[in-house]
């Protein structure tokens, strides 16, 4: 899923966090299970296709998708950021 989500262009880099231990509700009871964390860093104007993609990809009925706007950050890595995703 990352590396069809950066071959989209749809982000400039993935994290891939493994065994990520998790607790949730689903169907009113409390489910526990071992998941696959994606931080996927890519821009606002991006994210509502992004997610599209991700549900069309995810096994999960509702996959876990939010976004965290970035209000500051080091001047390199946001240029890299917009470069990294420009389409050719």
């Known amino acids: 899923m990352a590396k069809a989500v950066l071959d989209k262009k749809l982000a400039a880099s993935v994290n891939i966090l493994p065994k ?3 607790l949730y509700f689903w169907n009113g009871e409390i489910e526990e299970a ?3 964390l994606l931080l996927i ?3 606002t ?3 509502h296709t992004l997610s599209s993609y991700i549900r069309l990809m995810h096994p999960f009925e509702i996959p876990e998708i939010f976004s965290l706007p970035i ?3 080091d001047a390199h ?4 950021l917009e470069e990294s995703m420009k389409e050719e």
Request: no cysteine.
């Open 41 to 43: 860093k890519t821009k």
């Open 77 to 80: 890595y946001l240029k890299w």
């Open 45 to 47: 104007s991006k994210v």
């Open 71 to 73: 209000d500051r950050g």
């Open 34 to 36: 071992t998941e696959i």
């Open 20 to 22: 990520a231990s998790s």
